[in-house]
């Protein structure tokens, strides 16, 4: 039963970590600009979680205007010209359809 139960764990434990991976990057903000729904960023070409892949428009992945605090964080980032990011996106698509939504953006 004992190593059952270790199985398991184990196996739901790669199962989360490989979840994990798909909706989040590593990279260097690239390109910044505005729309009327908030705040779009830009990694390095190609760079997107793969959740987003094939998805979002032309590598573009938005920060909402009502997320004003992450907002805040990548506007100081890029001033301050320290550009290494790891940017984690909303799984969900059903809140834009035409782009990916950052969730949370961690300077490095």
Do not use: H
Not at 41 to 52: A, Q, S, T, W
Not at 74 to 85: D, F, G, I, P
């Amino acid at each position: 039963m004992r190593k059952f139960l270790i199985y398991l764990t184990l196996i739901f434990t790669s199962i989360q970590i490989a979840n994990a991976a798909q909706d989040y990057v590593i990279g260097n903000l690239t390109k910044m600009t505005s729309i009327t729904e908030g705040l779009l960023i830009k990694l390095e070409p190609e760079n997107l979680p793969d959740v987003c892949k094939n998805k979002t428009a032309y590598g573009w992945m938005l920060i909402p205007q009502a997320r004003k605090t992450i907002i805040a964080v990548t506007l100081s980032q890029w001033y301050q010209e320290k550009k290494a990011v790891v940017v984690y996106v909303d799984r969900d698509y059903s809140t834009n359809p035409n782009f990916c939504t950052v969730q949370q953006v961690e300077p490095q």
